[in-house]
């Protein structure tokens, strides 16, 4: 009888016994092979090396993302349906166009009062808030494209107004006159056209057939209210 209170164990004076204390008595024999593939392949190493960012310079991602924007850049001004927008996205190119036409449009006026700052901010502000207002617009009407990829493809299509901008203050370097007036009328005009055909060529096929006016006529008044802005544009 003691044997077996012995051998059972009363729990309040028996010393526990440890969890993994059979594992040490496991032993694996050294004849057992050891199966799969455990080192990596070299050509896969060299691929995932080659396209790792990480490793090459700044120089070089600065002139790679360069030449990004440049390619997007061709895509605006030779306008074609493609998606080149909006699979390789990106905001830079819009953040460029956005702040060369914002300094394009600011006033020189020697008033501390007006010295062309809110003007700077006027400009931002009306081109990134029209471009998501235009966004949120395209994603309620059931369009099938990204926020980021509806606003890279918007801010980039500034750009033939842009260089509408650069051409009216070449223009506004000569004496003020009709003729003057008719000459940036009809750059803003083109310019204006350029931007819409450019920017429905990358945004139509994105949205539903029954819905497309309803999306393309708000691109239409943004790139109304910013050829307003480079049309009435007189320095001070």
Known sequence: MAKAAESSGDPGTASPRPL?????????SQDIPVEGEITIPMRSHIREFDSSTLNESVQNT?????????KKFMHVLYPRKSNTLLRDWDLWGPLILCVTLALMLQ????????????????????????????????????????????????????????????????????????????????????MFAWSIVASTAF???????????????PVFLFYFVISWMILTFTPQ
Do not use: H
């Open 20 to 28: 993994f204390a059979g594992l040490s008595d496991i032993s694996i």
């Open 107 to 190: 006033r020189s006026s020697i008033d501390s009062e007006k010295d062309g700052g809110p003007q700077f901010a006027e400009v931002f502000v009306i081109v990134w808030f029209g471009a998501v207002t235009i966004t949120l617009n395209s994603k309620l009407l059931g369009g099938n494209i990204s926020f980021f990829q509806s606003l890279c493809v918007l801010g980039y299509c500034i750009l033939p107004l842009t260089v509408a901008m650069l051409v009216c203050r070449l223009v506004l370097l000569a004496e003020p006159g009709p003729i003057n007036f008719m000459v940036r009328f009809f750059v803003v005009i083109v």
């Open 62 to 70: 600065i002139m790679r993302d360069l030449k990004a924007v440049g």
């Open 203 to 217: 945004l139509a096929d994105s949205q539903p057939p029954n819905r497309k006016a309803l999306a393309i006529y």
